[in-house]
């Protein structure tokens, strides 16, 4: 993997930006740094819109990410960089729309991503090897 950016670069251009959480992804603990985002967007989204607006906006958050990460990929010279989170931020928030809106199963919801995305049982494994910068 290549060196962590810089926040010179996540501010650089809005890609970066995106790609990397809101420069969670800049953050020195552990790779998993999209949960800081993740949480206050979804809850701001959950406060103002009904479920099917929430799941318009997750679609087109997803859509921009493939934009933002491909971009970001292409200018860190990896296409699947540690830093980049925004696929977290996004898988998440699209969890957090279909479970209970109550704190156990928030945090049961928490607690299997993050088992899934370490242990990347079959097909994880491959879409993760496979779909690089973006989705291709």
């Not at 810089?6 to 650089?12: H, I, K, L, T």
């Not at 949960?35 to 799941?55: G, Q, T």
């Not at 898988?91 to 704190?103: G, H, K, R, T, Y």
Request: glycine fraction near 8%; charge should be neutral.
């Amino acid at each position: 993997m290549t060196a962590p950016p810089s926040a010179r670069f996540a501010f650089g251009h809005p890609a970066h930006f995106i790609a990397l959480g809101f420069g969670t992804g800049l953050a020195p603990w552990g790779r998993h740094r999209g949960r800081h985002a993740r949480v206050p967007i979804y809850m701001l989204l959950d406060r103002w819109l009904d479920p099917l607006e929430i799941f318009l906006v997750i679609a087109a958050l997803f859509a921009v990410g493939v934009w933002a990460c491909g971009r970001t990929g292409r200018d860190l010279g990896a296409p699947d960089h540690r830093a980049m989170n925004w696929d977290e931020v996004v898988a998440m928030m699209l969890i957090l729309l279909v479970v209970p809106d109550e704190l156990e199963w928030w945090l049961f919801s928490f607690g299997a991503f993050r088992f899934f995305d370490v242990a990347k049982p079959p097909p994880i494994r491959y879409i993760d090897q496979t779909m690089k910068s973006g989705v291709a």
